[in-house]
């Protein structure tokens, strides 16, 4: 490892700590220790590197969390949320939640805009894994509910409420007992916004019905795969993917199978923390 990525993972080990104690006091002092760097100098270079300073950067990654309560749990309470979050009171979280995503909690609650939030949240960039492991596994074929997301990647999460709502009400998918998939067409990187196709996915032991959220049919076939596995955010979730398809297959000797990279996520926002999520990406292979 060289200067600049040993410094880089310096950052980074701050950042992963940061997101593994959003509910506990964080300070200068104790976070720079973390990054094994002088208190004088940290809070400077720490912005330096993700682009906005520490207690800033806490703060968005707290509303972040909280966000995801609003969305994912709508029988809690926003004070509870608030609370959570470090705030004082409703008043003071409402009026942070707004300034950085331009809705009130309420708001977002009821009608989440989430282009303009995925807009203002850049998460720092982390360094890249220099070893992955990479299996080799027999999938086996599974019936799917789909739903399809066309359009900017930055709005599936608009999609994902609509095929939870569809999970709740016809029971047919349920989160804690089916698999949850997503199947990527395009990457991101490189496709236009408009042109972007993603599916979401949950396993189903039987025909889905029409409905109104425009769920339907679908079968992820069998056959071999080299998975991976990505722990962490999936606004992250290319550093595994990238490597994988860059690195590791062209090295593998292997031949690509004509069905698309897909998901398994084996935990879902907000039942645990992002620092937390745990997502096997398959490349298919022949």
Not at 82 to 95: N, Q
Not at 164 to 170: A, D, F, L, Y
């Amino acid at each position: 490892m060289d200067k600049a990525q040993a410094y880089a993972e310096r950052f980074d080990r701050v950042v992963r700590y940061i997101e593994r104690h959003l509910d506990e006091p964080l300070t200068v002092e104790g976070l720079s220790r973390v990054a094994h760097f002088s208190k004088f100098h940290f809070h400077r270079q720490f912005t330096l590197y993700t682009g906005m300073g520490v207690f800033a950067f806490i703060r968005q990654m707290r509303l972040k969390h909280a966000s995801h309560r609003l969305c994912y749990r709508r029988e809690e309470r926003i004070i509870d949320i608030a609370l959570d979050a470090g705030f004082e009171s409703p008043e003071a979280f409402s009026r942070a939640f707004k300034q950085v995503f331009g809705q009130s909690p309420s708001q977002f609650r009821k009608s989440p805009q989430w282009q303009p939030w995925k807009e203002r949240f850049r998460p720092p960039p982390m360094q890249r894994r220099e070893e992955m492991e990479v299996r080799i596994v027999e999938f086996p074929e599974t019936r799917i509910a789909v739903l399809p997301h066309r359009g900017a990647p930055e709005k599936i999460d608009e999609s994902a409420l609509k095929f939870i709502e569809w999970r709740k009400q016809s029971g047919l998918s349920p989160v804690k007992q089916a698999l949850t998939f997503g199947i990527v067409y395009d990457d991101p990187a490189v496709t236009e916004p408009e042109r972007f196709r993603f599916d979401i996915c949950g396993s189903v032991s039987e025909p889905v019905p029409e409905n109104p959220q425009g769920v339907g049919n679908g079968v992820i076939p069998a056959g071999r795969c080299a998975v991976a596995r990505h722990l962490g955010c999936h606004d992250r979730i290319g550093d595994t993917v990238y490597p994988l398809c860059r690195d590791w297959f062209p090295q593998s000797g292997e031949e690509l199978r004509d069905f698309p990279i897909f998901f398994h996520y084996l935990n879902l926002v907000p039942d645990v923390a992002e620092h937390e999520l745990v997502t096997d990406i398959y490349l298919p292979l022949k």
